[in-house]
């Protein structure tokens, strides 16, 4: 009999809304997505800095609509699902990747630079899994993936306020599991080690951070955004049909060690 287990890591002819698409982590999911079937929402902060991911999506056979998203906006959360839904008529799989990560002590911290980070990478992922949510419960289906962080699990220096929104988000990913698993929609999160992306570009740039990095991750390497990627696109399949509520830690062992 053939193995069926490759097939079951596909999303044909599925909807995906992604937040915070542009780049890194957000745009590795797109693109995987894509390849694996699905039809591709793109929420972007600046509607037209979507920088060639639309092409690259189309030429994988499978549409791209852009979406002005600016996840600390409750009106352009409304708005950008709306029209998703409008446009593809579903969507399916939501992946909420937007996130920031200003640096900065304990003693240094503005409450305007607290409140901003819990808008966008706390606040935006709760209002945009509430909206698209309410769709999914109208269809009874729906994949929620949450990107969370190992900076949830552990403390990094200066970054006090992103390891609380991070941990937020995966409490926020069992409460939102256990209330929404009767209408067929699973909730979870990953939860990546360091990740060459553009928002990590200067912080690794550094060499004696880098070090410190590497000697912290066991398996030897700092992730690429592909390794967020494979996880979450298992996570939307029907392959993780029995998962919800979890966080996957794509660590390389670092919480483990
Ligand atoms: P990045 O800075 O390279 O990209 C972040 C994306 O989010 C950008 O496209 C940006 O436009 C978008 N964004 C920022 N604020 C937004 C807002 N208010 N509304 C909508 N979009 C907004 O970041 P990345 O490294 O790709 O990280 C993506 C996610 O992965 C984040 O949630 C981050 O916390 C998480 N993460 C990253 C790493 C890492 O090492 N790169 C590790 C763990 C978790």
Known sequence: MANQNSD???????IAL????GRGIGRACALALAEA???IALGLKNIH???GLIKEIEALGRKALPLQM??????EIKSAVLKAAEYFGRIDILINNAGIAPENYIENVTEADFDYTLD????GTFFTSQEAGRLMIRQQFGRIINISSQAGFIALPTESVYC???AGISHLTKCFAVEWAKYNITVNAVAPTFIYTPGTEDYLANEETKKMVLSKIVLGRIGDPKDVANAVLFLASPAAALITGTTL???GGWTAS
């Open 70 to 75: 600016d996840v600390s906006r409750m009106d």
């Open 18 to 21: 992604v937040t915070g698409a």
């Open 120 to 123: 966008v990478n706390l606040k």
């Open 249 to 251: 830690m794509i660590d």
């Open 164 to 166: 609380m929104t991070k």
């Open 8 to 14: 079951e890591v596909k999303v044909p002819g599925k």
């Open 37 to 39: 079937g699905a039809d």
């Open 49 to 51: 800095s979507d920088s």
